[in-house]
Nanobody
Framework: QVQLVESGGGLVQAGGSLRLSCAASGSIFRINAMDWYRQAPGKQRELVASITPGGNTNYANSVKGRFTISRDNAKNTVYLQMNSLKPEDTAVYYC?????????WGQGTQVTVSS
């Protein structure tokens, strides 16, 4: 069974940092793009960052310069390094990956930034 498991969320003060991880497991023979999304209470889920197998990245304007997405293809894992966190970054963060030509979502991890 293919699945994505996230870790690394938590509570942090404004200006602090967190690193999220998302590991894909199961019978995987191909991983394409891997993404991080987030959903704040009362808001739609939005794309935060994405990365291709070759390492090309794309970021939402709101996180450019503060967040960095990376991946370890040998470990089937994608990371999101979040620096200079702001209260408005508070949300449930989800990873999404194109695995074996199908889209899968992780279960989500809560990130809370206090002011």
């Amino acid at each position: 069974q293919v699945q994505l498991v996230e870790s690394g969320g938590g509570l942090v003060q404004a200006g602090g940092s967190l690193r999220l991880s998302c590991a894909a497991s199961g019978s995987i023979f191909r991983i394409n793009a891997m993404d991080w999304y987030r959903q704040a209470p009362g808001k739609q889920r939005e794309l935060v960052a994405s990365i291709t197998p070759g390492g090309n990245t794309n970021y939402a304007n709101s996180v450019k310069g503060r967040f960095t997405i990376s991946r370890d293809n040998a470990k089937n894992t994608v990371y999101l390094q979040m620096n200079s966190l702001k209260p408005e970054d508070t949300a449930v963060y989800y990873c999404r990956a194109n695995l074996n030509a199908n889209l899968y979502w992780g279960q989500g991890t809560q990130v809370t930034v206090s002011s």
